[in-house]
T-cell receptor, first 115, second 115 residues
Framework: AQSVTQLGSHVSVSEGALVLLRCNYSSSVPPYLFWYVQYPNQGLQLLLK??????LVKGINGFEAEFKKSETSFHLTKPSAHMSDAAEYFC?????????????FGTGTKLQVIP | DAGVTQSPTHLIKTRGQQVTLRCSPISGHKSVSWYQQVLGQGPQFIFQ???????GRGNFPDRFSARQFPNYSSELNVNALLLGDSALYLC??????????????FGPGTRLTVL
């Protein structure tokens, strides 16, 4: 079964500092990976997705993620944190081998941005 | 264009009762997926419906059921509610049920509390 593991349930960074949120995947086939963000009391918004076209994926709000097959990782980064980035971030993997799309989410990482 | 809408926003039920949650997908989207997000965890896949047929089901008991209507809106029903069913229920719509990198658009969710 495909799965993702997010390291660190809580991450704190200072405003303007680098944001690094870690995600490792487990998949027996080439994975299709996503990062979502969830603001309090809201649904999930897609930040970016990896579909094997390019290993470095750029998303919205200045976020990007790099797919590293050798490390089975898909870490999310942003060069400079903004207060508005405070939210919960979910890494996810998509599987359609059974004829439907099943998305499996990680347990999430809450990002705190300190002014 | 309106995004995915869900109703009601909040719901309080007692153990043993039944509940119906509703979702309207983005116009033109034919697939609806349901997820359960327990506090502090990532969303868990419950169902996917495409063209009014169930295409996939996650590891949830038969107390959970759903359907999709001709206008592609969907209802999630949960019978014999348990305390553990307390969660945020998210609906996501997409153009089709596949391919696996198909972007899903999430609604704001329905917060269900079972007392």
């Amino acid at each position: 079964a495909q799965s993702v593991t997010q390291l660190g349930s809580h991450v704190s960074v200072s405003e303007g500092a680098l944001v690094l949120l870690r995600c490792n995947y487990s998949s027996s086939v080439p994975p299709y990976l996503f990062w979502y963000v969830q603001y309090p009391n809201q649904g999930l918004q897609l930040l970016l997705k990896y579909t094997s076209a390019a290993t470095l994926v750029k998303g919205i709000n200045g976020f990007e993620a790099e797919f590293k097959k050798s490390e089975t990782s898909f870490h999310l980064t942003k060069p400079s944190a903004h207060m508005s980035d405070a939210a919960e971030y979910f890494c996810a993997v998509s599987d359609a081998r059974r004829g439907y799309q099943k998305v499996t989410f990680g347990t999430g990482t809450k990002l705190q941005v300190i002014p | 264009d309106a995004g995915v809408t869900q109703s009601p926003t909040h719901l309080i039920k007692t153990r043993g009762q039944q509940v119906t949650l509703r979702c309207s997908p983005i116009s033109g989207h034919k697939s609806v997926s349901w997820y359960q997000q327990v506090l502090g965890q990532g969303p868990q896949f419950i169902f996917q419906y495409y063209e009014k047929e169930e295409r996939g089901r996650g590891n949830f008991p038969d107390r959970f059921s759903a359907r999709q209507f001709p206008n592609y809106s969907s209802e999630l029903n949960v019978n014999a509610l348990l305390l553990g069913d307390s969660a945020l229920y998210l609906c996501a719509s997409s153009l089709t049920g596949t391919p696996i990198y198909n972007e899903q658009f999430f609604g704001p969710g329905t917060r269900l509390t079972v007392l």
